[in-house]
């Protein structure tokens, strides 16, 4: 089947740092998504991708979509406390219903 | 607010227990998912309902059953269970066919079979 193979696992940063994380995959896909969960919730979509090469912000989060459609990489600039949780890459070709997810990177911020 | 809620939040059951978790999705979706999450795993997807029709089923044991009795509203009976069924149960909705699908999860409910 297909997976995501999401690094890194874990993350210690200290608050201001700069955080980046990636998902790669041998399979194409279509539409790559980044979703944040925090504990004991559900995941909260941050960014959407929809297209190869495309590269979009969300405040401090920029994500991209890779130009080969089998990577993505989330970048969080002057991270902050509420940073704190895990991060999920997540993707699929058609259909949302073909939804793959990533492993998860946990992100810990000290002050 | 994502526009997906799910009742109860946590519940506890013996494993002769019955119950049910609800997921209402106030989007306008018209596809529906329940997964699984337990820890230190990946998501795993159980059942996916397109228009009100199961069309996924992944291997999910019969103690688990589903039921969608409209595309607002999904639930999932539990009978039976086992203590490694204790997991966070998340819901999620998307809107097929728009070309910029994205699945949407509610806060999940935190389950616990002793």
């Known amino acids: 089947g297909q997976q995501l193979n999401q690094s890194p696992q874990s993350m210690f940063i200290q608050e201001g740092e700069d955080v980046s994380m990636n998902c790669t995959s041998s399979?194409?896909?279509?539409?790559w998504l980044w979703y944040k969960q925090d504990p004991g919730e559900g995941p909260v979509l941050l960014i959407a991708?929809?297209?190869?090469?495309e590269l979009t912000s969300n405040g401090r989060l920029t994500a991209q979509f890779g130009i080969t459609r089998k990577d993505s990489f989330l970048n969080i600039s002057a991270s902050i406390p509420s940073d704190v949780g895990i991060y999920f890459c997540a993707a699929f070709t058609g259909t949302a219903s073909k939804l793959t997810f990533g492993t998860g990177t946990r992100l810990q911020v000290t002050l | 607010e994502t526009g997906v809620t799910q009742t109860p939040r946590h519940l506890v059951m013996g494993m002769t227990n019955k119950k049910s978790l609800k997921c209402e999705q106030h989007l306008g979706h018209n596809a529906m998912y329940w997964y699984k999450q337990s820890a230190k795993k990946p998501l795993e997807l159980m059942f996916v309902?397109?228009?009100?029709?199961?069309?996924e089923n992944n291997s999910v044991p019969s103690r688990f059953s589903p039921e969608c009795p409209n595309s607002s509203h999904l639930f999932l009976h539990l009978h039976t269970l086992q203590p490694e069924d204790s997991a966070l149960y998340l819901c999620a909705s998307s809107q097929e066919g728009q070309g910029t699908d994205t699945q949407y999860f509610g806060p999940g409910t935190r389950l616990t079979v002793l």
């Open positions: 399979s194409i896909f279509n539409t």
């Open positions: 991708l929809y297209k190869a090469g």
């Open positions: 309902y397109n228009f009100k029709e199961q069309t």
